[in-house]
């Protein structure tokens, strides 16, 4: 190439060079490639010599094909935690049950029972507690941090993530606080990094805002670092989507009735994009996110993969309350079955790229595996 540019040949020596380094070249190149591109599909046999379905022929030969294995270490529990005087049961979530403080033993116990390595809290508080900027949540003995405190001190060594958000405590229902029928973004980020500090102080592992307010990881990250919780981890919902499905825990959290016709489209993603939630991981993972989320699951699998596909960083992924009442309730009409149904579903999230998951069905798929119950074929 350095031919090209000496002074001293002449012009039409440059131009032969020209023409036979850059454009002659060319037909070569392409050439090389499509035979290395042949050479790899020839050594590949085709039918009758190759028969894909000799791999499916036995439970155990499925086995030790299998590209992707869900495992009970990447299971998360999520665990609602009531106010001692609301009920333990949620009529749009069949089989899960809200856990008293008093109750926080039978939860450890069943986590240990179930190898568990996780559980998520989500706090229920009672509505005539609830105010307009949500300062529940700030209380030095409220009933999240109260929660975190018990389930600590008994289970030490299981992971406990605890969400950061006001909407259990705020009595429109809303994540952040509203000023003039808007939610503040920076008065928010400011409620939230204390609340994040008073869970750090009680012993919580993984901080995790579900919140969607622009700049929050870092925000929290310097307040749990100015207040000496340097290990404490960030799980950043990053890819929260404005979402139907989460219909089922707004009644669990009785937060829909605070919501009214309300929605979170201001600061939830709309379901219409991808490149953005790309943009949100982006911006999380430079402000100190240690993992992200995607959440729902099922309907955002595409975003699952480009996320960790593009990322390759610890990517979580949320099956959430209507994904999980789905399947329950289809079980229940005699359409599906649930304990099949599930397996799919959360294998299928695992081949799309998810590191772990929370999931209601977490203790159904534990005794699954573990061989607790009756197992299913593979
Ligand atoms: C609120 C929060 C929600 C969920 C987790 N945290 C609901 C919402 O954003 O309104 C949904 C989880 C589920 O549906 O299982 N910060």
Not at 115 to 125: G, L, N, S, Y
Not at 353 to 376: F, K, M, N, P, R
Request: hydrophobic letters at 45%.
């Amino acid at each position: 190439m350095s031919l090209l540019i000496n002074k001293n040949l002449p012009f039409w020596i440059k131009i032969f060079f020209y023409h036979a380094v850059c454009l002659d070249a060319l037909p070569w190149i392409v050439y090389k490639k499509r035979r290395e591109s042949k050479k790899f599909a020839m050594s590949v046999a085709s039918f009758p010599a190759l028969r894909l379905r000799r791999n499916r022929s036995s439970v155990w030969c499925r086995n030790l094909v299998a590209e992707s294995i869900l495992g009970i270490s990447d299971l998360i529990w999520p665990v609602f935690i009531r106010e001692a005087h609301l009920s333990p049961s949620i009529k749009t979530m069949p089989d899960v049950r809200r856990f008293s403080l008093e109750e926080i033993d039978e939860v450890v116990s069943l986590a240990k029972q179930h190898k568990i390595q996780a559980v998520a809290f989500f706090p229920v508080t009672a509505i005539e507690d609830r105010d307009e900027e949500g300062s529940g949540a700030l209380k030095e003995n409220g009933l999240l941090i109260e929660a975190i405190r018990r389930f600590k001190a008994l289970a030490p060594d299981i992971g406990l993530i605890t969400d950061v958000a006001l909407d259990p405590y705020t009595s429109h229902g809303h994540d952040g606080i509203l000023v003039e029928g808007e939610i503040h973004n920076d008065q928010t980020l400011e409620k939230l990094s204390r609340f994040a500090v008073l869970q750090a102080k009680a012993g919580a592992d993984i901080i995790a805002p579900s919140d969607m307010m622009d700049g929050r990881i870092g925000t929290i990250r310097q307040a749990l670092d100015d207040n000496g919780y340097h290990n404490v981890a960030l799980l950043s919902y990053a890819a929260k989507y404005a979402s139907c499905l989460y219909g089922p825990f707004r009644e669990a959290v009785e937060s829909s009735r605070c919501l009214g016709l309300q929605d979170k489209k201001t600061y939830q993603m709309d379901y219409r994009n991808s490149d953005e939630a790309l943009r949100e991981v982006e911006q999380d993972l430079q402000e100190g996110a240690d993992a992200v989320m995607i959440k729902p699951a099922t309907f955002y699998m595409d975003i699952l993969h480009r996320v960790k596909t593009s990322f390759k960083v610890p990517t979580f992924a949320f099956h959430v309350s209507g994904e999980y009442t789905m399947l329950k309730l289809s079980a229940s009409a005699g359409i599906m079955d649930y304990k099949v149904s599930i397996l799919e579903v959360l294998s299928s999230l695992k081949r799309a790229g998810a590191d772990a998951i929370i999931t209601y069905a977490a203790l159904d798929v534990a005794a699954h595996l573990l061989g607790l119950e009756a197992s299913h074929d593979d």
